[in-house]
């Protein structure tokens, strides 16, 4: 079936009646906004009719259709498919194979600076690798930051127990707390 085979003013000029007729039913049900809304859609048909729009559709239409047809029963589009997913999933490999080195290399340098610590040696420094973007560069400097463990009395490995110290007296939360509690919330 082509675009010439079908008689397009008929069947524009049809729908658009048809919407016409069903907005002035609605205008007697709902009231006068959703009839305009009717009858703006109601010239859609002609008015895709008027300036071609209907005929250029019909071509799109067909084109993805031949497309789709022409897809599906091809086994060299299908092996194109193959290699584009081979493709994408070796890119997000070596992606990931560089954020890994990054942290790995990151993490050596923390523990040889813990092990020289530990050994009263003072610490070498460690020149990181150069990150290649701006996350790389984040994950180093968070990698690199180590919070400082204050130094315990008594035993050096023994557990501590967290102090649990009241927390101080607020006045404006008592003021706040009789407002609710008279208020029963």
């Given at each position: 079936m082509s675009y010439s085979s079908i008689a397009w003013l008929p069947l524009a000029a049809g729908l658009t009646i048809l919407g016409l007729v069903l907005s002035y039913l609605?205008?007697?049900?709902?009231?006068?906004?959703p009839a305009m809304m009717g009858v703006a859609f109601s010239l859609?048909?002609?008015a895709a009719y008027l300036t071609g729009a209907i005929e250029m559709l019909w071509k799109v239409g067909?084109?993805?259709?031949?497309?789709?047809?022409g897809f599906v029963f091809s086994p060299a589009k299908w092996a194109g498919i193959g290699i584009t997913g081979l493709a994408v999933a070796l890119f997000l490999a070596a992606g990931g194979r560089q954020r890994r080195k990054a942290s790995?290399?990151?993490?050596?340098?923390?523990r040889a600076d813990r092990k020289d610590e530990t050994e009263?040696?003072?610490?070498a420094p460690q020149i990181a690798p150069r990150p290649r973007s701006a996350e790389q560069a984040t994950r180093a400097l968070s990698t690199d930051v180590r919070t400082p463990v204050p130094a315990e009395r008594g035993a050096a490995n023994a557990p501590t127990k967290p102090s649990r110290k009241p927390a101080p007296v607020?006045?404006?939360?008592?003021?706040?707390?009789e407002i609710l509690r008279k208020r029963g919330i």
């Open positions: 609605t205008y007697q049900r709902r009231g006068l906004r859609l048909p002609i067909a084109a993805i259709g031949q497309f789709g047809t790995r290399d990151a993490r050596r340098a923390a009263g040696r003072p610490a607020d006045d404006d939360m008592k003021d706040i707390e």
